[in-house]
């Protein structure tokens, strides 16, 4: 009896001491894991901008600190309400670095490299100013007309993916209930013809992307929709400029240190122009992607020393035009995808109806 009783006293001990070792093993890893959540919840969680871990500021505190600038606020403590690297830019500042060079240091966006160009040249509010003017001109037209194609151009590549699936899945198998090879050959004419309009609007996409960001002097714009928005795009840019320097040969030098734009790289050519003993009219007209429009209206501007009322005219004919153009073309692709789509529906309907029309005939 007292055997037993060891026995059953030892298994309750190893039982309960495995169970113990378990609660202990469970409590150390809830607490490890306690740990890892509490590294977690001390992170920034938002869903705003953030900058990288390698720039101190992001473009939304940039601005922010602009509009609270000249409000009474000493500069440390505007420093601290506005941005979250707060120390180190202080830090940074008191050994003897830019406030300018903080704000773009290891920057890679488009705002933050005309940004540094134009910080050199002009105070921080200007600076801003300037960058949301080009900004505003650089892109909005081309982003427009993406807005006005996207849903037809959805259209026709859902019209041509579903031709696709119809010729080479559902054909197949009802090609002995087609008595016509006329039918076959609407259908693989309906696929030239759709896969044809997505590549030309690819074409004319990738051919805008190719000017304004891979710009080469020896390429030929075909298109006038795209000399337009490149000529709106100088003349705001120059107009954002102008209003700083006081002579025309400043504000090109200073576009043409924006080479990463084709703005930029139209400058420095004009430059080389002028460096070679051309006359700045001369200059202006040998550039093959601007308007003819244009071109004329700076002939008349250069002449009668007028340029800044000659390109306020300008912007608002180009705009009108752009917006005009870019209403008809965005209405012709509509109608075409909805053409497209209405003959597609038509010609799987009849398909579709002939082993019913084969079936009435017995």
Known sequence: MATRKCVY????????????CDMENIL???KHYLQKLKKVLKKDISLTNKPSATCLVCREEIEQFQLLQNQGVPFDTLVHLVFKKDDEILNELKSGNCLMDLFCRNQKKL????????????????????????????????EQLLKKIAYPFFLLVFAYFMICFFSDFV??????????????ILIQVLKVLFGTSILCILLYLGLYYLFFYKYDARLKCP?????????LQFVCMYQALEKTYSSTQEVLETL???????????????L???KKGNTLEECFLVIHVFDASFKKMIQYALNGNRISIFFDLYIKKCR????????????????????????LVVVVYQIMMMPMNMLNQF
């Open 272 to 274: 080389d122009q002028l």
């Open 9 to 20: 006293m030892k298994s309750w001990i190893k039982k309960h001491w495995n169970m113990s």
């Open 320 to 343: 009108f035009d752009l917006e005009t153009s870019i209403k008809k073309l965005s209405n012709g692709i509509q109608l075409f995808s909805y053409i497209s789509i209405g003959i």
């Open 111 to 142: 705002y933050f490299k005309y940004l540094k160009i134009l910080g050199s040249k002009m105070n921080l509010k200007e600076a801003i100013e300037c960058v949301s003017q080009i900004e505003k001109s650089s892109n909005v037209f081309f």
């Open 223 to 231: 298109f006038s929709l795209m000399k337009k928005m490149i000529s």
């Open 256 to 270: 043409s240190l924006m080479d990463f734009s084709i703005v930029g790289m139209v400058s420095n050519e004009i």
């Open 28 to 30: 150390t890893n809830f």
């Open 171 to 184: 054909l197949v198998q009802m090609k002995d209930y087609i008595s016509s090879n006329s039918v076959l």
